[in-house]
């Protein structure tokens, strides 16, 4: 807790900010990340946890949008190509390309010969990066993924695009601490109940979430990064902009893997729109719905249940149908869709790209960022950049590059390091990967450091919670430098426990007290019966405050918007789907 404590002291004292976020998920992460590496001096906060709304709540999914295709919005579909290509590049390890085996059902819209054309062309709009498009027939498809009931099919392609190795939320939180190694003041569980400019200067009023103590933080340039919450906060701050937000509801259900293949199952559900089953080390993502709702704080309710297992069900061939008792854990949250002011609010959503949009009043020194794709976080970065230097702010190293693993010689010098050890030896034989392999995929250069501590006591390369891939190392590492606040950050968005992992499972490991021992000193046992208090098992389904996830009948009703947000301690965040 040192690190944020610290970090809060230097909010309430530092003179003036060049700039300060509000909004710790990807958006805000990555303008923190591209603001403090150029030299900008950069605050950043979120109400909850970093990346703890829409960020935690995603398919995992790099892709450069194919199903923009159908709208014709080619200079989209391009971009995002790219932008895919750009993150595979930089972050090999984390952003990997990944295989989509796409079934055509009897009756769909187009012609299996005419989505395989389209694939060509997609691939082609990323500048071939990827693996050609195949054409399997349904025959290669009963052989390669027997799961798949293509008794309904006419058939089948195969294209690429990518997905995160490891966990969004993580993947967000890495930008983040990728911000306060540049010299950013960052903190979770802060809120902004306000701000007002005088004289150039934003005066913006904050509050210690955990503590309830209140403060003020002066900056020259203020930027709403709340995703979901961002139109709230305008309306907090008075400002008028060219865009607001729609927002839909997406949910995924996890469970055991259905196929032992690295490759993801696209299918198209009963309305005609991509559906997945997406591997997950030993577990497969499903979903997601698109469902309109006004509610940031949505809740998964047991209509979005059945239709994700109807919708799966229905197209494998499983011995046995899934059903509520195979659910692992569930995912549900919203998707801020950016749309014009003058109009737009009354499309159909499920026509809405994930597009972000940037409005700015520069003379006022505020920015605002809607909607936005985990796919385009490098160009959100650096659009913002260049947006708080037009305001006047001196951006000090602007060719300093913000993002990306840590270049050859380090990631060698690990590797070396790590075989010198047998590093290796000491993976459990359950994991999915080789420990070197994970170390430098979660913590690239950092990741000595850990090696080091294994050299020291190798207990520290021990799983510390059973049925995890995580050793005592990395929690040690995460309560040094990870600012876990409560254990639902350490279980569900520094690593992906809560995940993979049943809620009893998690509860009765022996090791998960002596992690929150690490993790929270003498607050070790409050924090572990806060998590479990406020994550309690309905209807076989851990419940799940952070989603605002419940059984039907806990969903919140629409009045109780407003207080649900502070009671539930959201965080401001942004889009990551």
Not at 81 to 94: A, E, F, Q, W
Not at 364 to 374: E, M, R
Request: charged share 25%.
């Amino acid at each position: 807790m040192q690190l944020r404590e610290s970090n809060i002291e230097r909010l309430a004292s530092e003179d003036v900010y060049d700039a300060l976020i509000v909004g710790g998920g990807i958006n805000g992460a990555v303008s923190a990340a591209a603001l403090s590496g150029k030299g900008v001096k950069t605050a950043l906060i979120d109400q909850g946890d970093f990346a703890g709304m829409t960020s935690m709540w995603s398919s995992n999914l790099i892709w450069g949008g194919i199903k923009y295709m159908e709208s014709y919005d080619f200079k989209l579909v391009r971009e995002l190509c790219v932008s895919r290509n750009h993150l595979i590049k930089h972050y090999p390890s984390t952003v990997q390309e990944i295989r989509f085996l796409t079934t055509i059902t009897k009756g769909f819209r187009w012609h299996p010969l005419v989505l395989w054309a389209g694939t060509w062309l997609y691939w082609f709009f990323g500048n071939c990066f990827t693996k050609i498009p195949r054409l399997p027939s349904l025959k290669q498809v009963n052989k390669e993924e027997p799961v798949i009931d293509t008794r309904p099919a006419v058939g089948c392609f195969e294209y690429s695009d990518a997905y995160l190795h490891d966990n969004d939320a993580r993947f967000v939180f890495n930008f983040v601490r990728l911000a306060m190694n540049s010299g950013c003041a960052a903190a979770n569980y802060v809120e902004s109940t306000g701000a007002t400019r005088e004289n150039g200067i934003w005066t913006v009023q904050l509050r210690d979430v955990m503590t309830g103590r209140e403060f003020t933080a002066k900056t020259r340039t203020l930027i709403n990064a709340c995703g979901p919450l961002a139109d709230q906060y305008n309306q907090s701050t008075d400002k008028k902009t060219e865009h607001s937000h729609v927002l839909s509801k997406g949910v995924h259900l996890i469970v055991d893997r259905l196929t032992p293949n690295k490759r993801v199952l696209a299918f198209f559900d009963e309305d005609g729109r991509l559906f997945f089953a997406i591997p997950m080390g030993n577990r497969t993502c499903i979903g997601t719905t698109d469902t309109r709702t006004d509610d940031p704080h949505a809740a998964i309710t047991d209509e979005d249940i059945d239709f994700v297992l109807d919708n799966i069900n229905a197209r494998l061939a499983l011995d046995k149908p899934l059903d509520r008792d195979d659910i692992i854990a569930t995912r549900c949250g919203v998707r801020p869709l950016a749309v014009e002011n003058s109009g737009g609010q009354d499309r159909d959503f499920l026509q809405l790209s994930r597009k972000h949009e940037i409005d700015s009043d520069i003379e006022q020194g505020y920015i605002s960022i809607f909607g936005g794709k985990l796919t385009d976080c490098v160009n959100v970065g650096n659009e913002i950049t260049d947006l708080v230097k037009r305001m006047g702010i001196e951006v000090r190293y602007p060719k300093y590059r913000w993002y990306g693993e840590p270049v050859d010689s380090v990631r060698d010098e690990f590797f070396h390091q790590a075989r010198l050890m047998n590093l290796d030896g000491y993976t459990d034989p359950a994991s999915s990967e080789p420990l070197s392999t994970r170390l430098w995929r979660r913590y690239a250069g950092h990741a000595i450091g850990i090696l080091e501590n294994i050299r020291e006591d190798p207990r520290q390369a021990e799983i510390l919670i059973e049925g995890t891939e995580y050793i005592r190392a990395e929690v040690r590492q995460a309560a040094r430098r990870e600012m876990i606040t409560k254990l639902e950050d350490f279980l569900r968005r520094r690593s992906k426990i809560s995940l993979v992992s049943r809620q009893e499972t998690i509860k009765n490991s022996a090791g998960l007290l002596e992690a929150c021992e690490i993790l929270f000193g003498d607050d070790a046992r409050m924090r572990f019966d806060e998590y479990f208090r406020e994550h309690p098992v309905v209807n076989g389904i851990a419940k799940d405050p952070s989603s605002g996830q419940a059984a039907a009948d806990d969903a919140p009703d629409a009045t109780d918007a407003a207080n649900a947000a502070r009671e539930r301690e959201h965080g401001f965040e942004t889009l990551n789907w």
